[in-house]
């Protein structure tokens, strides 16, 4: 069983820039969620995909979007990089649907924007 | 609305004591579920124990249980014979109703000293 995979681990990048975070699934899962950890804080839920589509989405502005594609893996894309938007952006994977209620999380990408 | 909060910003124990990390959630829906992830500073979350509303028993989980108080809205987390390993951010979350979004605590630094 291969567990949540997430690329980069770090990542610079200047304020305007766009930027595109990677996540690979856990094998058998459906179900992609991204949050969003600043320093000291808890994860915040910035949106959910199921089955290719975004099913849930937090409080976070337009420019956050996301993309899960057939095999379950799915992107982060954040355009216009603000400084606030420096945190560790987590993927989880689950199964919708199943019996598992709990996500499985991947390592993260740090990502600073200056 | 639910919401989730974790009052003590850091903890400290004795190796091979036990602690309890507090927790107390509010939500109007009666089916929820409450999680406890460990987080260390490789930045993954690992989940540790799942608790149901509905369930009438406190779960457990090798080391880890969960005191499970409905009346007072409180779901603490027991980590019994506590190893340095176990130092780490701990973080409650809770999802109610139809909805697969957890909605996570601020967290606690556990300490564990030897």
């Known amino acids: ?114 | 609305a639910q919401k989730i909060t974790q009052t003590q910003p850091g903890m400290f124990v004795q190796e091979k004591e036990a602690v309890t990390l507090d927790c107390t959630y509010d939500t109007s829906d009666p089916s929820y579920g409450l999680f406890w992830y460990k987080q260390p500073s490789s930045g993954e979350m690992i989940f540790l124990i799942y608790q149901g509303s509905y369930d009438q028993q406190n779960a457990t989980e090798g080391r880890y249980s969960l005191n499970f108080q409905k009346a007072r809205k409180s779901a603490n987390l027991v980590i019994s014979a506590s190893q340095l390993g176990d130092s780490a951010m701990y973080f409650c979350a809770m999802r109610s109703g139809g909805s697969y979004i957890p909605t996570f605590g601020r967290g606690t630094s556990l300490i564990v000293h030897p």
């Open chain 1, 1 to 114: 069983e291969t567990g949540v995979t997430q690329s980069p681990t770090h990542l610079i990048k200047t304020r305007g820039q766009q930027v595109t975070l990677r996540c690979s699934s856990q094998s058998g899962h459906n179900t992609v969620s991204w949050y969003q950890q600043a320093l000291g804080q808890g994860p915040q839920f910035i949106f959910q995909y199921y089955r290719e589509e975004e099913n849930g989405r937090g409080n976070f502005p337009p420019r956050f979007s996301g993309l899960q594609f057939p095999n379950y893996s799915s992107e982060l894309n954040v355009n216009a990089l603000e400084l606030d938007d420096s945190a560790l952006y987590l993927c989880a994977s689950s199964l919708l649907g199943g019996e598992g209620y709990e996500q499985y999380f991947g390592p993260g990408t740090r990502l600073t924007v200056t």
